[in-house]
């Protein structure tokens, strides 16, 4: 099977110093699978050797549980950034779904309430998959306009109010019930990430997703519909978002307009940390998981360690630079 | 014919000595030694990918050679960057102008250079820096002119006078006419003759034979990276530069194929009629099952077009699609490849292949539904549908799941034929299916091109290789100007005939004419 044609030239190309780094570069996407995971389990371990409280399950569940929202909302918003577009727009749906839901919910049905949340969400996410793809809109353009409209209803919704929902219980059981001792904001986060996961990995349309955002002509000419594939990527995230703001919502038992303000931002941030590119074409679900809990444990730690919380920002935004580089400086070796 | 080829032949100015550069393995340019005279106008031609756009890019500095010699007026230099060419009198002006549309022709000029003080442009100084700089060129262009609202040629004037203001007395230009109505090109070479005239030196690039031909002092014929004879243009002809553009001997890389069948007694897979498209005008033609037609003509005659409109990656127009007699409406690359048409573009990276992803979901990308199951792929099934196709294809990886951007160019090509071969195409468009490509896998992809044919498919073979089209072809036609000028099958397929028909010179003319009634 092996004649011998190519092989005169390749072994005498190896030897110079741009193929070595090349070869280096060739071994990036592995080292960059696994690149998130050695960080947060070195925090990890940390924590639980300097801090008494951390390594307790109680503190754990805790974290998991203000964390769940994020972490639905981020693992969407990795299917909208490896198809080569981005969402701006999650935290003024989130906002959005939590106040319509809340407001529906005073004097209606609980169920209905928060079907409409995440209705709403749905209706965002495809809004901003037609306004990017058909209208040909960019998406990081066309998700900020729509968080503007977005949290302009929210704040028409409350009329600037914060919606209070203490004496609904039911909507309480949304995310407070527990099971196995573990509340449902987990396990729905959980079904999520999982469904999500294996949806990127699994389908095709996981693999219309890779092929859309690293190469959208190839994908075309391919026979696959860029286009659609997408639009369903920003309706998950609107989805994601949607269902995140019921859960908070459910959490805390009271909405606003403003809740959502930093929330895109902290959604990419997670993203982004866990490896997966901005550029579209690469990345995973279980990555962005590891990337979103490495951040919620920076803040955790800084809180239980006693740090001024003036520099949990500040370490955030080293932390995200240096993925972002890392990202920057993988792609330009593998040239 | 031109005023300068009437001056005593004059000392040389840049002079190559035994130059080579070569790109991953593949010589561009080998030894090639090559002298120009100050104040001529030389002129470099040669087929696509014979090796002159290099050779210009390596005089302006914007490759530096691997081997050689560079002479600026006797004198050895290199160039690391073209600042430095412009450092010694050499500037080239790109088919891309660099212009800023919104500046005026006098700012455009000077951009960057304006005459200044204490960070305040002095602008009378600039118009009269312009004004004696035009008068030299013999240029007649307002200074206060918006460069975006001039016609092509005059914005190539204004590259032309940014190069004179910073001293340039080569200027190199790389088919400055191929994007100009025929009112343009004229106007632009008085250009270039007015530069001649004022002393200053025109190296020229360019695919028009007749235009050659009329302004050159010198013509210069490249070959495969090499240089076949550099000679007075007054001893050429466009039969003569043709023949030496061509002329290498067919080698063992063509396959043997079976006499094509008489293809009176079937029915064409594919017909079409009048089609029009985006960069395709009234185009017609049927392709037989079994048969192998080639599609030649210079980048930009609307090759790839045509392949782009077929599989309906770009919307037709006007004009009829048939395959197996069935009209297609195609609305996307999508419904054409239900249909059964596959396209195999011209540039593997940028339209073929997800380089970052594996050869695996490559392969399979045009056809995953086949591997799953209410969605979901089934890994497996996708692994073992894909390796007895690759084992018969050769693709060399140590296995499925690498990075297709980890193969040579050879095997990404044969990875796109996998893609195709399990889509199981009618009718099979290849466009430059050998470019970049090794000659040990050349001939395994002209193989696959002929099993294709041979299992019963129309076979398209889009090329700017002739000799390629030549060897594998069945017939071969040739398009100019969007449209198909030329069906030649049997004897008439001949190299001098291909080109002839895809240079030729009335036509052109015509077509420009065309397009300044705008």
């Given amino acids: 099977m092996s004649t011998g044609t190519a092989s005169p030239t390749a072994p005498a190309s190896e030897t110079t110093p741009a193929s070595r780094v090349r070869l280096l570069a060739s071994r990036m996407p592995s080292w960059r699978t696994s690149g998130i995971l050695v960080p947060f389990l070195a925090l990890f371990i940390a924590l639980s050797i300097g801090s008494g409280p951390f390594f307790s399950k109680d503190n754990l569940l805790n974290i998991l549980d203000q964390q769940s929202a994020t972490l639905i909302m981020a693992a969407a918003g990795t299917l909208v950034l490896i198809s080569g577009g981005i969402d701006l727009s999650v935290g003024a749906t989130y906002a959005l779904a939590g106040v319509v839901a809340a407001q529906f919910a005073q004097h209606h049905n609980v169920a209905v309430a928060a079907l409409l949340g995440v209705g709403i969400g749905l209706l965002v996410g495809l809004a901003n998959g037609v306004v990017s793809t058909i209208f040909r809109i960019n998406s990081l353009i066309a998700t900020l306009s729509m968080s503007f409209i977005v949290s302009g209803l929210a704040s028409k919704v409350t009329n600037g109010n914060l919606i209070v929902l203490t004496n609904s219980p039911d909507f309480a059981k949304i995310a407070q019930s527990s099971f196995w001792s573990v509340r449902t904001s987990i396990w729905i986060a959980l079904a999520a990430l999982l469904c999500l996961g294996v949806l990127l990995a699994r389908t095709t349309f996981g693999r219309y997703l890779y092929a859309a955002g690293g190469n959208a002509e190839a994908a075309r000419l391919a026979g696959v519909r860029v286009n659609t594939v997408r639009i369903a990527a920003f309706a998950a995230s609107g989805t994601a978002a949607g269902l995140a703001g019921l859960i908070d919502t459910s959490r805390v038992l009271s909405a606003q307009s403003s809740s959502g303000n930093q929330l895109a931002f902290t959604v990419l941030a997670g993203i982004v940390v866990g490896g997966t590119s901005i550029l579209g074409g690469e990345g995973a679900i279980w990555r962005t998981m590891v990337g979103v809990l490495f951040i919620a444990l920076v803040g955790n730690g800084f809180d239980l360690l006693g740090v001024n919380p003036l520099y949990q920002q500040i370490t955030l935004g080293l932390i995200l630079l240096l993925a972002v580089g890392l990202d920057a400086w993988s792609r330009v070796l593998r040239r | ?518």
Avoid at chain 2, 26 to 35: I, P, Q
Avoid at chain 2, 41 to 63: C, D, F, Q, W, Y
Avoid at chain 2, 129 to 147: E, I, N, T
Avoid at chain 2, 398 to 424: D, E, I, T, Y
């Fill in chain 2, 1 to 518: 014919m031109t005023v300068a080829s009437a001056a005593p032949p004059a000392a040389s100015h840049v002079e190559l000595v035994d130059v080579s550069r070569s790109f991953g393995g593949v010589h561009a340019v080998r030894g090639v030694s090559l002298r120009v005279a100050r104040g001529e106008v030389h002129a470099l031609i040669g087929e696509n990918g014979a090796g002159k756009s290099t050779l210009s890019k390596i005089i302006a500095g914007a490759l530096t050679p691997d081997d050689g010699l560079l002479r600026v007026d006797g004198q050895d230099v290199s160039f690391g960057s073209p600042r430095d060419a412009l450092h010694h009198g050499i500037a080239s002006i790109a088919q891309e102008l660099t212009l800023v549309g919104s500046l005026s022709v006098a700012e455009n000029v000077y951009l960057g250079a304006e005459p200044r003080r204490a960070g305040f442009v002095r602008r009378r100084r600039l118009r009269q820096d312009y004004d004696a700089l035009a008068r030299a060129a013999g240029f007649q262009l307002p200074a206060s002119a918006v460069v975006g609202t001039l016609r092509t040629a005059d914005q190539q004037k204004v590259e032309i006078m940014r190069a004179m203001c910073r001293g340039a007395s080569m200027i190199i230009m790389d088919e400055p006419t191929a994007a100009l109505s025929h009112v343009d090109t004229q106007r632009l070479h008085e250009v270039v003759r007015e530069l001649a005239r004022s002393g200053r030196t025109v190296l020229l690039i360019s695919h028009f034979l007749s235009e050659v031909l009329s302004l050159a002092d010198t013509i210069s014929i490249m070959r495969d990276g090499a240089l076949v004879r550099s000679g007075p243009a007054r001893d050429e002809s466009e039969e003569s530069l043709i023949e030496a553009m061509l002329g290498r001997s067919l080698g063992s890389v063509f396959p043997p194929r079976p006499p094509s069948v008489s293809s009176d007694d079937r029915a064409p897979v594919l017909t079409v009629n009048g089609l029009r498209a985006p960069g395709v005008r009234n185009v017609s033609l049927t392709v037989f099952p079994g048969e192998i037609v080639g599609i030649a003509g210079l980048v930009g005659s609307g090759r790839s077009e045509l392949a782009h409109a077929l599989v309906g990656a770009t919307r037709v127009s006007d004009g009829n699609i048939r395959l197996d007699g069935r009209a297609l409406a195609l609305r996307s690359p999508t419904d054409g490849l239900r249909a059964g048409i596959f396209l195999i573009p011209e540039s593997r990276k940028v339209q073929g292949l997800v380089l970052q992803r594996s050869v695996l979901d490559n392969i399979t990308l045009a056809n995953l539904a086949d591997y799953s199951r209410a969605g979901v792929v089934n890994g497996r099934r996708q692994r073992q549908g894909v390796s007895a196709l690759m084992d018969r294809l050769a693709v060399r990886v140590p296995n499925p799941g690498v990075p297709v951007s980890s193969l040579s160019g050879g095997n990404q090509q044969k990875a796109m034929f996998a893609r195709a071969m399990l889509c199981h195409p009618r009718v099979l468009i290849a466009d430059e299916p050998t470019r970049g490509v090794d000659v040990g896998s050349r001939r395994a992809i002209y193989e696959l091109l002929i099993d294709q044919a041979r299992d019963g498919a129309g076979v398209l073979v889009i090329s700017s290789d002739v000799e390629e089209l030549l060897g594998i072809a069945d017939r071969t036609l040739v398009m100019r100007a969007g449209t198909i000028v030329a069906d030649l099958r049997g004897e008439q397929m001949t190299e001098q005939r291909i080109l002839t028909a895809a240079f030729d010179e009335s036509t052109r003319n015509a077509t420009s004419r065309d397009q300044t009634g705008e």
